[in-house]
C-alpha cells in the first residue's frame, strides 16, 4: 500500500488550541455541487444612507440619536444580549438541570462613519482607529469586576447573520469565560506548564519554518492558515511577541494589526472577486484579575465560503454530531491566499 | 432587586451530555431583524424526477444505475468524506502538528422511491422500514473491526447544505469517535459511574415530572426540549429503556421510534406551514467492542429556523468565538410544538 500523504488520503487533524477534531478529506474536493447559492450583496452603497440606524445624525431604535461621528463609534446595543443589571440565582436540579443567571454588557462599533467602506477598503490609519478603540474598550469593560471576559468581533455580510452592510462589531463582555476561551485556556496552560513557553509562541517557530501555511507577515504579527483550520480560508493572525492581550501592545504594534487586517482583508475581497463574509474576532486573555501568562493574543477568521462567491461549506448533519469535516486542505487554502494581490479588485487597473 | 426569573433573566445552561455551556437571552426575543431572508423550497415536486441521481432507475455520477428499489436503499456515497482504503500513518510535530489518517465508509439512504416525500408525509409503516434499515446498518458497518463509530444523520433543505430533494440521509462509519459523541462518553460515564444509572434516564425522569419541556410521548419513547437546547426549536429523542444502540430495540421499540419521529417531524412542518429544514441525527454506542452500559440512545434534532419559514437563527461571530447564544427559552419552544396539531397541514382540512 501506498504511503500517507496528507494532501491526497483522509486524516484528522488535532486542534492545539481547543483540543478537538477536525476531518480532513482532501479527495472530495472535486464533487459537484447542486444545492444553495448564496446570492452576492449589492456592491454599490451610497456613502450615507439616511435608513440605516448606524450612519451619523441617524435615529437608532427607541429614538436615540448617533451623533456626527468622524472616525470610530461606539454605543450600547439597543438588544443587547447580556444585560449588566441581572439578579443572581440559578438552578441546579441534580447536576443535571443547571443554570445560572448571567450578566454582561453588549456594544456596537462603528469602523466608520461611511456606510460604503468596509475593512479592506480603509486605509490603515482609519483601521489603526479601530484597533485603538478594541484596545479601550478592552481595558475599560476589563477592569470592571463583574467583566471576566471581553468578546470583541464582527460579523460581516448577510450569510454571516450581519443584518446591516455598515461597517460595524461588537463587542459582548461577561460575567464568566465562555466555552471557546476557555478550552483554550486550558490547552495553553497545560503546553505552558509543561514547556515554560506560550503555546503560539512555538507554533508560530513551525509554522515560519515549514512556510507553507503562513499568509503573509509583517514586523509584528504573522497570517496564517491553521494547521487545524476548519473553514475552508479560515486564518489566524498571531503576534510575534507573546502578549497576554491588546492592553500591552505597544504602538508600532497597533499600526502592524492594523496593516495586517488591511492586507489580511484584501486578500480575501480579491479571491473571489466580491465583498467577502465571514466573522471574525479577537481572543486574549480573560480580566478575571489572573495574570494568565500562558495565553498568546490572536485573532480569527471563519470564512463560510468554499469555491466561489456563490458556494459555501455548510457545517451541518456530520458537523454537528460528529465533528467539523473539510475538503481542501489547510495548505492549499494558505497557497490560493498567498498568491493573490494585495490591491483591492475595485482599485485595480483595468 | 428582583429574583432571579429564566423566563426574563439572561442565563447560561449546562448541557449535561456534552459539558459545555449556552447563554439564553429571553428579553431579546423582540429586537427586529433586517437581514438575511431564506427563500422556502418549492412545495411541489413531482413523485418521480428523471434529473434526479437518487430516484429509482437513474443514472448516478460515474454512470452507476439505481434499481427499481419500491422501499428503501442504501448506496456507498460516491463522492464520500471517508474511504475504507487508506495508508495508515500521521503527522506529530512537537503535540502542535497533529494529524492521523482516517478511513471509513459513506453511504446513502433513501427513505422512499418518491421523490416528493419526506418522513412526514411518509406513514408509520414507510417510516419503521427506514429504522429498520438504520438498524441493519449499524449492526453491518459496526461489526468491522475497522468501524469504531456509526454516525447516521439526515440533512433537510437546503438551508442545511442538503443538495438534493429527494428524501433520504447518510452514515458516515469511521475508526474513530468524533468530537461530539466522545463528549458525551465522558459526560455519560461520569455520571453512570458515580449513579449506577444512565444519565439520560435520570434526566428523563425528571423531564416528564416537570413536563414543561416535554414535546410529545409514546410507550418507547419521549421528544423534549431539551434544558439546554441551542437551536430555537431543537428536539432530544430519548429512549425510555436505557438501551445503548438501535440493535438493541424490540420490533415493538422500533415501531414507537417511527411513530415519534412521524408525529415530530409532522409538528415542525406545521410550525411555520413549510417543509421544516434541520440536521437530525442518532447517538448510540460506539461499536469498538466495549459494552458502554452509560450509553443511552437518543436522538437529535437541530432546526435552524427562528420565527417563520424565513429567519432563522445565525451560529456566528460570539456563538464561534465564546459559545452558542438563543433568545427564546426551550420551555418556550416546547409549549409551541406541544400545541401545534399532528395533522400536517397539507393534508389538513380547508
Ligand atoms: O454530502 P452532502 O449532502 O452533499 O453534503 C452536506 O452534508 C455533509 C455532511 O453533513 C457536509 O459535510 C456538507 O458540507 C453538506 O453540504
Ligand atoms: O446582533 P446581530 O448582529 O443582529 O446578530 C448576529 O450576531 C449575533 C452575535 O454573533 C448572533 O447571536 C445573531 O444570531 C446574529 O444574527
Given at each position: ?40 450583496e449589492?456592491e ?74 468596509t ?38 455580510g ?111 475581497d480579491?479571491?473571489?472577486?466580491i465583498s467577502f ?74
Amino acid at each position: 500500500m501506498a504511503t500517507f500523504d496528507s494532501t491526497e488520503h483522509a486524516h484528522r487533524r488535532f486542534n492545539a488550541l481547543t483540543g478537538e477534531w477536525v476531518l480532513v478529506s482532501p479527495h472530495r474536493s472535486k464533487r459537484p455541487w447542486q444545492g444553495q447559492q448564496e446570492t452576492p450583496e449589492p456592491e454599490v452603497r451610497p456613502a450615507y444612507d439616511p435608513t440605516c440606524y448606524l450612519c451619523p445624525g441617524n435615529t437608532r431604535a427607541g429614538g436615540i440619536l448617533n451623533p456626527e461621528y468622524t472616525s470610530t463609534f461606539v454605543f450600547e446595543n439597543d438588544f443587547g444580549a447580556l444585560q449588566p443589571e441581572v439578579p443572581t440565582g440559578g438552578i441546579d436540579e441534580g447536576g443535571l438541570l443547571r443554570a445560572e443567571a448571567e450578566s454582561g454588557v453588549c456594544r456596537v462599533i462603528c469602523f466608520s462613519p461611511r456606510h460604503d467602506l468596509t475593512l479592506p477598503e480603509m486605509d490603515t490609519a482609519a483601521i489603526r482607529e479601530v484597533v485603538d478603540l478594541w484596545v479601550a474598550q478592552y481595558q475599560e469593560l476589563g477592569a470592571r469586576p463583574d467583566i471576566n471576559y471581553v468578546q470583541i468581533f464582527e460579523n460581516k455580510g448577510q450569510v454571516m447573520g450581519c443584518s446591516n452592510p455598515h461597517p460595524h462589531g461588537q463587542i459582548w463582555a461577561q460575567r464568566t469565560v465562555p466555552t471557546e476561551p476557555a478550552k483554550e485556556t486550558v490547552q495553553q496552560l497545560a503546553y505552558f506548564e509543561k514547556h515554560g513557553r506560550t503555546l503560539l509562541s512555538d507554533y508560530l517557530e513551525i509554522e515560519l519554518r515549514e512556510k507553507q501555511r503562513v499568509v503573509l507577515e509583517n514586523e509584528h504579527f504573522v497570517v496564517l492558515v491553521p494547521f487545524w483550520a476548519v473553514w475552508p480560508f479560515e486564518t489566524l493572525v498571531v503576534a510575534r511577541r507573546p502578549v497576554q492581550d491588546t492592553a500591552q501592545l505597544t504602538e508600532e504594534e497597533r499600526t502592524a494589526l492594523a496593516d495586517m487586517l488591511r492586507r489580511l482583508t484584501i486578500r480575501y475581497d480579491n479571491l473571489f472577486q466580491i465583498s467577502f463574509p465571514y466573522s471574525a474576532g479577537l481572543h486574549q486573555r480573560p480580566t478575571d484579575g489572573k495574570e494568565h501568562p500562558e495565553w498568546h493574543l490572536h485573532m480569527h477568521f471563519y470564512p463560510p465560503l468554499l469555491r466561489s462567491a456563490t458556494v459555501r461549506k455548510f457545517m451541518v448533519g456530520y458537523e454537528m454530531l460528529g465533528n467539523p469535516q473539510r475538503d481542501i486542505t489547510p495548505e492549499f487554502s494558505a497557497e490560493r491566499l498567498r498568491t493573490l494581490p494585495e490591491v483591492h479588485y475595485k482599485n485595480a487597473a483595468e
